[in-house]
């Protein structure tokens, strides 16, 4: 499957950005999908994800702020993110793999290119 991010750009802090994945082929209901994120000189980290029937996980950071959804109709995962702060900055990337719902980097089969997120303070 090939996953397509988009939707980044720069806000300032307490504003809101969403964030889009879009994916490729027909088995998009088979996949659990999750958002990452990086910022130079840093591993990328978990964000959120969300199962294929739709439960959701986040990263305690982004709990309370942030949404991640699925439209399986659309192939298309989003990120809502809202009260932004200047460390969300980074470059935020969606992922998906076949089966149960993860929160590692290595359990992703599949990536998007990225998207930069700036939050100004």
């Known amino acids: 499957v090939q996953l397509q991010a988009s939707g980044g750009g720069l806000v300032q802090a307490g504003g809101s950005l969403r964030l889009s994945c879009a994916a490729s082929g027909r088995t998009f209901n088979r996949y659990a999908m999750g958002w990452f994120r990086q910022v130079p000189g840093k591993e990328r980290e978990f964000v959120a994800a969300?199962?294929?029937?739709?439960?959701?996980s986040y990263a305690d950071s982004v709990k309370g702020r942030f949404t991640i959804s699925r439209d399986n109709a659309k192939n298309t995962v989003y990120l809502q993110m809202n009260s932004l702060k200047p460390e969300d900055t980074a470059v935020y990337y969606c992922?998906?793999?076949?089966?149960?719902?993860?929160?590692?980097?290595?359990?992703?089969?599949?990536w998007g290119q990225g998207t930069l997120v700036t939050v100004s303070s």
């Open positions: 969300i199962r294929r029937s739709g439960g959701t």
């Open positions: 992922a998906g793999r076949e089966g149960l719902i993860a929160t590692t980097t290595y359990e992703y089969d599949y």
